[in-house]
């Protein structure tokens, strides 16, 4: 029996969870509540070719085609192929799904959805089967990874160290380093920062996906779903001018609306057409309904907001990071499946995937860890986060130039925060400075197209090795 901790309540997590408590490990799950997860707030669903008429050809080439190829076509085949094992482990806990959507990149309607909610329910499933298997849930906050010498023997939660013979990155991305985002406002990256300053590389982390309709009101930052614009809605400006094919991927509509409003426009997603809107997308119809706004009657101010990060710590395809005994799932790990740009509901896909195929890596190699001295603490403080937020948004944007970019690392420089959001910081800014080409979500007005001799993945460290 191995002794597993896992970062992260989300789908990844909880899946991981699950797996391995059925293969008889003793599994400790730390969480700050499985609502604060990006995974609980997922409205449209997950891409699986399963339906007749698709395939998971098809669902790879889309997935190359979102990523601009910068892919890792062994990952993607991989998790991809896994797809009707996700299925399976889901429909076996008793989840239903409701219907299949078309989202923006896809050839066919493979996104299979619960009242475009799909998230929340997941979510909530996973947790109870999760409890039924004894998963032990911790609620607090993971502050750091426990490693020493190149080795991970657990977790620091509110200053106690945790002794694991396996630890589980599960924590998400770190949009939450944006200004503005729909995601949770945990999500910051904390313990993505802490691997890379413990000995782990990170990867892409210059690719922040950009959700095209986020709505800002006196409620907050909210997401509507693409899965209206595949229902029909219609994306136009203040006189009702449509500039967009709204089922182009996200990076293409998102650049779009940006112009629109940086040339003076208000743009708008009319979904006046869509019939019982309020039946079919009832958390939107709901938020939006508090802000005054009748989606059957009224177009529904939009504007771009960060939405996923594609980078985070580099795994193999066994999702093993670079230090011994750790291993990293989800949004907080990147693997090349999403390259440049991720195709729309697939990250639901990979975390089911990722934390199926993490459960067997532990389980296959039984990792332990003898009796150790504590490994070092460091209990560091958050310092000046929101600017840490305006920099990233105003310098590592939807549109960058290399001015720019030099701008934010030098302010960046200036600012007193925690160590481990200023490194993952940096390796934005630079790894988007050296990149000097535009492919999938990361775009240079200055390098507009894509160059062959950036068709590769970047890797940080301290330092963005491109």
């Known amino acids: 029996m191995v002794r597993v901790g896992i970062i992260g309540g989300g789908i990844s997590g909880l899946t991981a969870a699950i797996s391995l408590a059925e293969k008889g490990h003793d599994v400790t799950l730390v969480h700050t509540g499985i609502k604060s997860t990006n995974s609980y707030l997922a409205q449209a669903g997950i891409a699986l070719p399963v339906l007749d008429g698709d395939s998971p050809k098809a669902h790879v080439i889309d997935t190359l085609n979102a990523g601009k190829y910068l892919n890792d076509t062994e990952v993607v085949w991989n998790v991809i192929s896994k797809a009707t094992e996700a299925y399976d482990f889901l429909t076996s806990l008793g989840l239903k799904f409701e219907e299949t959507e078309t989202e923006g990149g896809h050839s066919f309607p493979r996104v299979f959805t619960i009242k475009n909610e799909t998230g929340k329910h997941v979510t909530k499933l996973l947790y109870i089967h999760a409890k039924e298997r004894g998963v032990n849930f911790l609620r607090g906050v993971a502050e750091e990874l426990a490693v020493k010498h190149g080795r991970a023997y657990g977790i620091f939660v509110n200053g106690e160290f945790l002794k694991f013979d396996a630890t589980v990155v599960a924590s998400g991305g770190f949009t939450g380093l944006f200004k503005y985002t729909a995601g949770s406002p945990t999500n910051t990256g904390d313990i993505i920062g802490d691997a890379i300053l413990k000995g782990a590389l990170a990867r892409d982390l210059e690719f922040i996906q950009f959700h095209p309709t986020g709505f800002i009101g006196a409620e907050g930052v909210k997401l509507i779903s693409e899965a209206v614009r595949g229902a029909g809605a219609k994306l136009i400006t203040e006189d009702g001018k449509r500039f967009v094919n709204e089922l182009s991927t996200r990076d293409v509509v998102a650049r779009a609306i940006y112009r629109q409003i940086k040339s003076g426009r208000k743009v708008f997603l009319d979904a006046t057409g869509i019939e ?16 005054g706004i009748d989606p059957s009657k009224d177009p529904i101010p939009v504007t771009p907001i960060a939405h996923y990060t594609l980078g985070g710590i580099s795994v193999d395809l066994w999702y093993r990071t670079g230090i011994k005994n750790l291993y990293s799932i989800g949004e907080a ?82 600012i007193h925060v925690d160590p481990r959001l200023k490194i993952l910081a940096k390796g934005v800014l630079e790894c988007a400075l050296r990149r000097e080409e535009s492919r999938g979500s990361h775009y240079r007005e200055d390098h507009p197209s894509m160059r062959k001799a950036f068709e590769r993945p970047s890797f940080f460290d301290g330092r963005c090795r491109l």
């Open 276 to 291: 019982d809107f309020k039946k079919r997308f009832p958390q939107v119809y709901a938020f939006l309904r508090k802000e």
């Open 333 to 414: 790990m990147s693997n090349g499946f999403h390259g440049a740009n991720r195709l729309a509901s697939n990250s639901l896909l990979e975390c089911i995937v990722s934390g199926l195929e993490v459960a067997r890596t532990i389980n296959r190699e039984r990792p332990r860890n003898r009796d150790v001295k504590e490994p070092p603490y460091h209990g560091y403080e958050r310092g000046d986060v929101e600017s840490i937020r305006e920099i990233l948004w105003e310098h590592a944007g939807i549109v960058r130039n290399a001015e720019s970019l030099r701008r934010g690392l030098k302010k960046l420089g200036e």
